[in-house]
């Protein structure tokens, strides 16, 4: 059974460009979910998903958006880009939602913004 | 509103020694906890969960946790330390219907030798 799929692994960008994350989840699973990791601030709820529906947001300005397709694979942008910006940006699925199930962790996408 | 408290940021052991890394929670409502583990340059991996069953959880790797609600606290231990066990710990919390997992801030576990 494969696992959660992050791509890409590493992404450099500039300060002011957007950038497009992808999570595919485990086959069968409809809830998706983004996390942000960082050295200062932890890992921070970015959003949630769950058949094509955001069903939770943290608290993120508004240049953090998400998306779900059909098939459960999930996208993640940010516009603008800032230095703060700059993290490990986590994707994990569950059957349904994560507060029973177990979430599984995709590796993680190493966000660099210069 | 849900939130977790990891007490310790480093915690350094010999190996074959046991191992106490301590997390409290804040819930408002009957939560479930967990804890994950982060291995260098890896993603997240589950240890163990707690979903109002048992109270003494035991999770993979000889890890177990005991659920106190009087203390809100879930510690996770291991009696006996191995190398391969130096990464960094999560203790995490969700109430149900949150939909989200919230993080402690982590607790690094050096393993000595």
């Known amino acids: 059974k494969a696992g959660v799929t992050q791509t890409p692994r590493y992404l450099i960008k500039t300060r002011g460009q957007q950038v497009t994350l992808s999570c595919s989840p485990i086959?069968?699973?409809?809830?998706v979910s983004w996390y942000q990791q960082t050295p200062g601030q932890g890992l921070q709820f970015l959003f949630e998903?769950?058949?094509?529906?955001?069903?939770n947001k943290g608290n993120f300005p508004g240049r953090f958006s998400g998306r779900q397709f059909s098939n459960s694979r999930s996208e993640m942008n940010v516009s603008t880009l800032e230095l703060g910006d700059s993290a490990l940006y986590l994707c994990?699925?569950?059957?349904?939602?994560?507060?029973?199930?177990?979430?599984?962790f995709g590796q993680g996408t190493r966000l660099t913004v210069v | 509103a849900q939130s977790v408290t990891q007490l310790d940021s480093h915690v350094s052991v010999s190996e074959g020694t046991p191992v106490l890394l301590r997390c409290n929670y804040s819930s408002s409502y009957s939560p479930s906890l967990f804890w994950y583990v982060q291995h260098p340059n890896k993603g997240l991996q589950l240890l163990l969960k707690y979903t109002s069953a048992a109270t003494l959880v035991k999770g993979i790797n000889g890890f177990e946790a005991e659920f106190k609600k009087s203390e809100t606290s879930f510690h996770l231990t291991k009696p006996s330390a191995h190398m391969s066990d130096a990464a960094e710990y999560f203790c995490v919390v969700s109430e149900r219907g949150a939909r989200q997992l919230t993080f402690g801030s982590g607790t690094q576990l050096t393993v000595l030798p």
């Open positions: 994990a699925s569950s059957l349904v939602a994560v507060t029973n199930t177990e979430a599984f």
């Open positions: 998903y769950f058949s094509e529906t955001q069903r």
């Open positions: 086959s069968g699973h409809r809830s």
